[in-house]
């Protein structure tokens, strides 16, 4: 797939396998001349790139790329998706042949512990056979790494997988082939079969469940789009037809019945509505729209027939443009460098240059160090076999099976203890992240409030039962949702709601309805004074409930007021909980709304959250969230809604609702099941101690052998005649892989400290 938008283009890339990757790409594009900037989203697998026309053209990046060692692809729309799923078949393919080689390699070359295994499985020979399969076809990928790495002189993983199962892999095969060579001279043989393919099994296995979680990155876009109407009603040639969204044009009146999906944005030029705008604005209160008002493409006329002119079409239409936002900051947000590749980018080249550097030493210099000393004649080995085995004793010491458990292991009990927790981590770089966060910024509808109206309030002049009764009674039938509010209240107060003789809705002021010989008037202030009623004994009351946030209806009775009904979007229950725990951990928390200044302070008062960013449009959310990256601050964002889907991608770390709609659930990193905000605090504390033990993984997967190293490398051979044994090399390795296994698994006991009370 292909998008262009001036000079700028995305690429799919195939062949990437870690951040380095990625790194490699971009490092290289940037030495093109035309070739401004480039951006390759690992997550995601696209490659972003600005460009100058006259300069270079979409081919010649194509084959920059190529030279790389990845692909550029820019061919169907459902070619990502097609991609994906090659690409996780062709590795479940290869982990299912991978296992079942693996395991009889695995059993035969523990018979001692395993005495049940049959006596041909620990033949040299049979181990041999079973792993050449896997690292030659399953571990190609990794050679292929090896040597992108060395074209780009730049090591990753791939290099320390490669270089680490070789050695083991090459050094066992020549024990195998030629035993009487070593045994000759006195050298105690010892196989790495299994090393070579448990290692490249694991990292496959990994491997795997990461693409399986990168498959749903785009899906975001996708469901974006399918929120879009297929067809419009308009006018043409004085008549009414029906035309795919598409063949609208800019200037078209175009109809629109209550229930059906506004097609695009255009300006109301005859009719009177509510327009559900909650997938657009996140806001549950539906708008009332009049000629001259706005209508956004894809939002939900409620009630009364609309005409408008359209002014707004495809790309420029308001969806489009949040679809725009969702991918523009997908796009520009660095990936996470890993530590393991981090550290790999070091290590890797220091542990080939100390095996190079120790083998040639003593090769060319053996006897003038051991001159003098016991050791004087190389203990019966030939100087190329002495060396030989430093070089080979260097790189097994190295080899990093305990390093391709260390991540893995840690993000697998985290994200199964977020699970538990109902948390659902959607990658380790989203557990990776969590714990720095910051700055907190929460959406108001839907997140901290439940979204929908409630009665908060009924105060009546004589009788609190006939003010919710008569209220009932006129809003019966009704499908705002204040009305809605009203006679749900009613009912759970079990009062009786006959239906009104008559109803007439007042745009913008309120309804009235006959009830008998009654009659009902429900509104605000502007409906009562149109029918000459007098509020001022209530104006108070009325100031005190818009001062809280809440939308307050007079209700009167044959002109004459018997009380005041309140509507307000609550809180959720443990939203304002959830606000202390943060401010307790030293975050700082930010509520964002589209609601008025006056309502929204009102509802982070009663949460507890000192700054507010009111009166935010839709497209300007991301750009809120960018201004606060802007100030230094490591930003995440909690959201449920369609509008909340690009500040959810722009966020350092997005946190969607998982009540919430499929856009901000697939846009959020973490996805909270429950509506319980407290597990934004869960999730920082479960990534903080995931991070830890991470940390505490590497160390040990690098501690053992890196100590061992030196004694590998022949230091300690001149004064006290040690020489890295194989089998403790091979214990060095086992030991480290248990210490990480075993550090991660203590994750289990992990208890959240914020639960219900």
Aim: hydrophobic letters at 45%; charged letters at 25%; aromatic letters at 8%.
């Amino acid at each position: 797939m292909i998008e262009k938008m001036k000079n700028k283009i995305v690429f799919i890339i195939t062949g990437m396998h870690c951040v380095n990757c990625a790194k490699t790409i971009e490092n290289s594009l940037k030495n093109y001349d035309g070739i401004v900037n480039a951006t390759v989203n690992f997550a995601s697998e696209k490659l972003y790139v600005e460009y100058d026309t006259d300069k270079i053209d979409v081919a010649k990046i194509k084959e920059a790329v190529k030279n790389t060692g990845y692909t550029a692809d820019e061919e169907l729309e459902d070619r990502e998706k097609n991609v994906r799923e090659k690409e996780i078949r062709n590795l479940k393919i290869k982990l299912i042949v991978s296992i079942i080689f693996t395991l009889p390699v695995f059993f035969g070359s523990f018979s001692d512990i395993f005495p049940w295994v049959p006596e041909f499985l620990s033949n040299p020979y049979f181990l041999l056979v079973f792993t050449i399969p896997v690292q030659f076809w399953i571990g190609s990928q990794f050679y292929k790494g090896l040597f992108n790495s060395i074209k780009n002189r730049r090591p990753d993983m791939d290099t320390l997988i490669a270089v680490g199962t070789s050695a083991a892999f090459f050094y066992s095969a020549a024990v195998t082939l030629f035993p009487s060579y070593f045994t000759q001279h006195g050298f105690q043989v010892q196989l790495y079969f299994d090393s070579a393919a448990v290692i490249i099994t694991l990292i496959l296995l990994g491997r795997y469940l990461e693409a399986i979680a990168k498959g749903k990155t785009s899906e975001a876009i996708k469901k974006l789009l399918k929120l879009q109407a297929k067809t419009a009603r308009v006018i043409r040639n004085k008549k009414e037809i029906e035309i795919p969204v598409e063949e609208v044009k800019v200037g078209d009146i175009v109809i629109v019945k209550p229930g059906e999906k506004i097609p695009v944005d255009g300006i109301v030029t005859d009719g009177y509505s509510s327009v559900d705008e909650s997938m657009i604005s996140g806001e549950s209160m539906p708008v009332e729209k009049k000629k001259g008002d706005e209508v956004i493409g894809s939002t939900i006329n409620r009630t009364g027939l609309l005409k408008f002119k359209a002014t707004k079409i495809g790309k420029d239409t308001m969806l489009a443009q949040i679809v725009n936002i969702v991918e523009e900051a997908q796009g520009s947000k660095a990936p996470i460098q890993r530590i393991a590749d981090t550290v790999a980018s070091y290590f890797v080249p220091a542990v080939i240059i100390i095996a190079l550097a120790s083998s040639l030493t003593w090769y060319f210099l053996g006897s003038t160090i051991l001159k003098g000393t016991y050791l004087a004649n190389y203990s019966s080995m030939t100087p190329f076999l002495f060396s030989f085995t430093i070089f080979i004793s260097v790189l097994i010491i190295a080899c990093p099976c305990a390093l391709g458990l260390a991540t893995p292991t840690a993000i697998m009990i985290g994200t199964g203890k977020g699970a538990e927790n109902g948390i659902l981590l959607k990658s380790g770089e989203s557990l990776e992240r969590a714990y720095k966060m910051q700055t907190i910024v929460f959406d108001k509808t839907g997140t901290l409030t439940k979204g929908q109206p409630t009665v908060t309030d009924i105060i009546p002049i004589n009788s609190k039962e006939d003010v919710l009764k008569y209220a009932a009674i006129a809003e019966k039938g009704s499908e705002h949702p204040l009305g809605e509010a009203i006679v749900k209240k009613a009912s759970e107060k079990s009062v009786k709601i006959p239906y009104a003789d008559s109803f007439k809705a007042i745009p913008g002021h309120g309804v009235r309805a006959n009830y008998g010989k009654k009659t009902i008037l429900l509104g605000n202030r502007k409906l009562m004074t149109d029918n000459k009623i007098d509020i001022n004994s209530i104006e108070e009351k009325i100031t005190k409930l818009e001062n809280e946030g809440k939308t307050a209806m007079i209700v009167a009775l044959n002109k004459k007021i018997i009380g005041i009904i309140a509507v307000a979007d609550t809180l959720k229950e443990y939203s304002k909980d959830a606000v202390k725990a943060l401010h307790d951990m030293g975050k700082e928390v930010v509520m964002i709304t589209g609601d008025n200044k006056r309502t929204a302070e009102a509802i982070a008062s009663q949460v507890g959250i000192d700054r507010v960013l009111s009166e935010v449009l839709p497209e300007d959310k991301a750009k809120e969230i960018k201004k606060l990256q802007e100030s230094g601050r490591v930003v995440g964002m909690v959201g449920d809604g369609i509008n909340d889907a690009p500040a959810l991608a722009q966020a350092d770390i997005g946190i969607a609702i998982g009540s919430g709609t499929d856009i901000a659930i697939e846009t959020g990193g973490i996805v909270l099941i429950k509506e319980d905000l407290r597990d934004v605090v869960i999730a920082i504390d479960l990534s903080k101690k995931t991070i830890n033990k991470i940390k505490q993984n590497l160390f040990w997967a690098f501690f053992y052998n890196s100590t061992l190293i030196p004694v590998a490398a022949g230091l300690l051979y001149p004064f006290l005649g040690i020489l890295l044994n194989p089998m403790l090399a091979a214990g060095a390795m086992a030991f480290s892989s248990v210490s990480v296994v075993s550090n991660s698994l203590l994750m289990k006991r992990y208890r959240p400290k914020t639960r219900k009370p």
